[in-house]
């Protein structure tokens, strides 16, 4: 394999050490809250791993179970540093980090090339974290997977639910939609908006603004799909930064959700 993308937020977002960060997400998961689903997609925060990681464990930590049967990863998430028309693939065949290489799915990535908002763009990925960091806790949870990572830019939600149908597969196909949830509001409005976010996401409506969830754009594209394929959505957490290990004055939003076939 000669094209690699290696980590950008390492050290940053989360250990660099390989046993540092596999023994931090092995104890976020171990206190995680468990919840008796079976997902078919989630929903989970990109910040530092101090701010998001026990939100984003609470996610992860309902995969135990089905851990085994995952064979690939559709995984979407906003772009923060580069505009993107649409969803860019990264062009790599790996994704490194500490806790060692990912391969891209590259059937996948080629049966989702011919859509018009399907680009390539490995400037999208480059710096983007809000992939990235989601990628130990797939590690460390399931045992043997591909990776398809689409970087989300300016898109609609039918758009996202377009590719979100080519790749949509049976049970060894999990969908994770990266976002957090509002930005640097005073800690009692930020939990006043985010509930209101999370009651939205909750009962399928959209679109998602992207002003209320960096990733508005991919979860608004999973609603649509959740409305066709039958899913039911379950909140799993919601905290924010001032919860875990920020102040009060200016706090980020986190929640996880799982989506799950409504029976």
């Given at each position: 394999m000669s094209n690699i993308r290696t980590p950008a937020v390492a050290g940053l977002f989360y250990p660099a050490d390989p046993r540092q960060l596999a023994e931090d997400?092995?104890?976020?998961?171990?206190?995680?809250?468990?919840h008796d689903l079976i997902p078919k997609a989630l929903i989970?925060?990109?910040?530092?791993?101090?701010?998001?990681?026990?939100?984003?464990?609470t996610a992860y930590?309902?995969?135990k179970p089905v851990a085994a049967r995952i064979r690939r990863v559709v995984l979407l998430g906003p772009t923060h540093r580069v505009a993107v028309r649409g969803l860019a693939l990264p062009g790599a065949d790996a994704f490194d980090t500490p806790l060692g290489r990912i391969t891209l799915d590259?059937?996948?990535?080629?049966?989702?090339?011919?859509?018009?908002?399907?680009?390539?763009?490995?400037?999208?990925?480059a710096l983007e974290h809000?992939?990235?960091?989601?990628?130990?806790?797939?590690?460390?949870?399931?045992?043997?997977?591909?990776?398809?990572?689409?970087?989300?830019?300016?898109?609609?939600?039918?758009?996202?639910?377009?590719?979100?149908?080519?790749?949509?597969?049976?049970?060894?196909?999990?969908?994770?939609?990266?976002?957090?949830?509002?930005?640097?509001?005073p800690y009692?409005?930020?939990?006043?908006?985010?509930?209101?976010?999370?009651?939205?996401?909750?009962?399928?409506?959209?679109?998602?603004?992207?002003?209320?969830?960096?990733?508005?754009i991919p979860i608004?594209?999973?609603?649509?799909?959740?409305?066709?394929?039958?899913?039911?959505?379950?909140?799993?957490?919601l905290r924010n930064s001032g919860d875990t290990a920020g102040s009060h004055d200016q706090v980020v939003g986190y929640a996880a959700f799982a989506f799950t076939p409504a029976n």
């Amino acid at each position: 394999m000669s094209n690699i993308r290696t980590p950008a937020v390492a050290g940053l977002f989360y250990p660099a050490d390989p046993r540092q960060l596999a023994e931090d997400v092995r104890q976020m998961l171990s206190k995680a809250l468990t919840h008796d689903l079976i997902p078919k997609a989630l929903i989970v925060p990109h910040a530092g791993y101090i701010y998001s990681g026990p939100i984003a464990a609470t996610a992860y930590a309902t995969l135990k179970p089905v851990a085994a049967r995952i064979r690939r990863v559709v995984l979407l998430g906003p772009t923060h540093r580069v505009a993107v028309r649409g969803l860019a693939l990264p062009g790599a065949d790996a994704f490194d980090t500490p806790l060692g290489r990912i391969t891209l799915d590259a059937a996948a990535a080629r049966s989702i090339a011919h859509l018009p908002q399907v680009t390539v763009s490995a400037q999208a990925h480059a710096l983007e974290h809000s992939l990235e960091v989601q990628l130990p806790f797939l590690q460390s949870v399931l045992e043997d997977f591909t990776l398809l990572p689409l970087a989300v830019g300016m898109a609609t939600p039918e758009e996202v639910a377009e590719v979100l149908e080519v790749l949509w597969g049976g049970e060894e196909t999990l969908i994770v939609i990266s976002s957090d949830l509002s930005h640097y509001l005073p800690y009692a409005t930020a939990q006043r908006v985010d509930h209101g976010t999370t009651q939205d996401i909750l009962k399928l409506r959209q679109p998602v603004e992207t002003d209320h969830a960096c990733g508005g754009i991919p979860i608004s594209g999973l609603i649509v799909a959740a409305h066709r394929h039958n899913l039911a959505p379950h909140l799993l957490d919601l905290r924010n930064s001032g919860d875990t290990a920020g102040s009060h004055d200016q706090v980020v939003g986190y929640a996880a959700f799982a989506f799950t076939p409504a029976n």
